[in-house]
């Protein structure tokens, strides 16, 4: 099934590589498909959209399952707020900040004895991050980007043992007809520089599918997986529909589901925004 996966992916990366030599520069002025906003989120997939110089943008997410990220060890939702903004070069910086609710505890300890330690909650490490165009044209209907991030040793002190971890995906998008959008990431990210952690590192591989439902409605559906060397996938669904009042404000509302046997996590609903500065 890994295999199948990865071969998969590569046929995907393979066929926008393929047409970039034959990629549509999108009109940035006349295309509602790019001057409407498109979040990193919300499902595990991350968009190949890079915003313009100037541009500032917010995604956020609430009970939002992180399987990828500073968060993924603790198998349950958690909010995150992405803060993009435009640079020059066709470079644009991120930082990604989650926050995890406390659990309520079950029953106080006994009189005298050690309090344990409780999972991790609060603010989590913070990452941060900068998309680089891989592609020929920024805004084609085929396009290739680079990320890359940092996840940097901070945050609330009930994230133990924590590390620089770094991180990449390399994101590839291909519009079909004038409103669907095909998405997919291949991802890698590890804990420390050694060669022992590279060997450590987690997986992620993301095929989404983005359309219209009709006036400012929209559909995403998305299947994902995570792996490591010595363990199975780890797959995953998310579906949700968003709307979008305004070119640069998008609310939506998300549902998830673990497929492993194992999971804690199960089922999960969620929701949440993006706002892009100017708006129109």
Do not use: C
Not at 29 to 36: D, G, I
Not at 137 to 150: D, F, I, K, P, Y
Not at 246 to 255: I, N, Q, S, Y
């Amino acid at each position: 099934m890994r295999k199948t996966i990865l071969l998969g992916l590569a046929v995907l990366l393979s066929t926008a590589t393929r047409t970039l030599a034959q990629t549509e520069i999108i009109d940035y002025k006349e295309s509602s498909f790019v001057r409407h906003i498109r979040p990193d989120r919300s499902g595990q997939s991350i968009t190949t959209n890079m915003l313009f110089p100037g541009q500032v943008q917010l995604d956020a997410t609430l009970t939002h399952y992180d399987p990828f990220g500073p968060t993924s060890a603790l198998g349950r939702p958690v909010s995150t707020g992405v803060l993009r903004i435009g640079f020059f070069n066709t470079i644009e910086l991120r930082a990604a900040q989650s926050y995890s609710k406390p659990l309520g505890r079950t029953g106080a300890a006994p009189e005298g004895s050690p309090a344990s330690a409780g999972p991790a909650a609060g603010f989590a490490p913070l990452t941060l991050g900068a998309k680089f165009l891989a592609s020929t044209t920024q805004n084609g209907r085929s396009q290739v980007v680079v990320l890359a991030e940092m996840t940097l040793p901070n945050g609330d002190a009930s994230f133990r043992n924590k590390v620089l971890e770094p991180g990449g995906r390399l994101l590839v998008s291909q519009i079909i007809g004038q409103r669907y959008r095909l998405e997919s990431n291949l991802g890698f990210r590890q804990r420390g520089f050694r060669a022992a952690d590279t060997k450590q590192g987690q997986y992620l591989g993301t095929f989404a599918l983005h359309g219209p439902l009709g006036g400012n409605f929209n559909f995403f559906a998305e299947g994902y997986t995570t792996w490591r060397q010595q363990q199975k996938l780890a797959p995953g669904l998310t579906s949700g529909i968003s709307w979008r009042p305004l070119p640069g404000l998008r609310f939506d509302l998300t549902a998830g589901r673990t497929l492993t046997a194992d999971a804690t996590n199960g089922f999960t609903l969620g929701g949440g925004l993006g706002l892009r500065l100017p708006l129109h």
